[in-house]
C-alpha cells in the first residue's frame, strides 16, 4: 500500500472521528473485526472499549504498530495491496479500510479480497467529487487542500482520486451489494437527502458497509 489512513485525533468517543463512530456503529458487538491500515490504533481501540470485538490489524508503518502495540492492540506490520491475499475466506466478521482506499495500488484487488476474508467491508474515503473541490480546481487552478486533504498535490499519498458516485459504480462492477451507505458534510454530519448526485456533490466523504451479493 502507498501509504495508511492519517492517525485519528483521539481515542475515547467524544473526541474520535466522527467517520470513526460512524463506522463503530455499523458493527456488531463481539464480532471479528480486521482494520486493514490501522494507523495509530484509534478505531481498533474505540471498537475494543465499546463493543468487545475480537480486534485486528494491519498497518504500513512502523510507527503506527508501535503505536499500536504500546496501547495492547494486536497489530501487525503489512501492505494491503500485497498481504491480504494470504487471509483464509471468512476468516473476519467485518474487514475495514478507513481513510485508505485512495492510497492503494489496487482499490478493486483489496476490496475484492476484503469481501472475500470478510462477511462484511466497511469503507471510508474523502469524495473528490464535492464541490469545493471542483470549484477550487476549476477556479484555482490548483489540486485542493481541505481539511480532509491536507496534503500538495507533490506529496499526497492519494494515488486513486475516488468520488463516491465513482466508488458506488465500484461496488457494482465487482457484484457486492450496498448494506448501508451514509454521505457526511463538512462538519461530520450525515446529508438527509439520498439523491446519488447530492451525495456526490455535497458529501465530503462517505461510509458504505458491503456485502457479497448470494
Not at 51 to 74: F, H, M, T, Y
Not at 75 to 94: C, E, W
Not at 164 to 171: A, H, T, Y
Request: proline fraction near 4%; glycine fraction near 8%; hydrophobic fraction near 40%.
Amino acid at each position: 500500500m502507498a501509504q495508511q489512513h492519517q492517525p485519528a485525533e483521539a481515542h475515547n468517543a467524544d473526541a474520535a472521528r466522527v467517520d470513526l463512530l460512524l463506522v463503530a456503529d455499523m458493527v456488531n458487538a463481539n464480532s471479528r473485526v480486521l482494520d486493514v491500515g490501522c494507523g495509530d490504533g484509534a478505531l481498533l481501540r474505540l471498537l475494543s472499549e465499546e463493543k468487545g470485538v475480537d480486534a485486528r490489524g494491519i498497518e504500513l508503518s512502523q510507527r503506527g504498530v508501535n503505536d499500536c502495540v504500546a496501547k495492547g492492540l494486536s497489530v501487525i506490520q503489512g501492505d494491503a495491496d500485497a498481504d491480504l491475499a494470504a487471509y483464509p475466506d471468512d476468516a473476519f466478521d467485518y474487514v475495514i479500510l478507513s481513510q485508505t482506499l485512495q492510497a492503494t495500488r489496487q482499490p478493486r484487488k483489496v476490496l475484492e479480497h476484503m469481501l472475500r476474508i470478510g462477511r462484511h467491508a466497511i469503507v471510508s474515503f474523502p469524495n473528490f467529487g464535492h464541490w469545493r473541490i471542483r470549484v477550487q480546481v476549476a477556479l484555482g487552478g490548483h489540486m485542493p487542500q481541505t481539511r480532509n486533504l491536507p496534503y500538495s498535490w507533490y506529496e499526497t499519498p492519494n494515488i486513486h482520486f475516488c468520488t463516491i458516485q465513482d466508488f458506488v459504480g465500484l461496488v457494482q462492477a465487482i457484484d457486492a451489494r450496498i448494506e448501508r451507505g451514509v454521505a457526511l458534510d463538512r462538519f461530520g454530519t450525515p446529508l438527509n437527502y439520498s439523491a446519488p448526485w447530492i451525495w456526490n456533490l455535497f458529501g465530503e466523504q462517505g461510509v458504505f458497509r458491503l456485502t457479497r451479493k448470494r
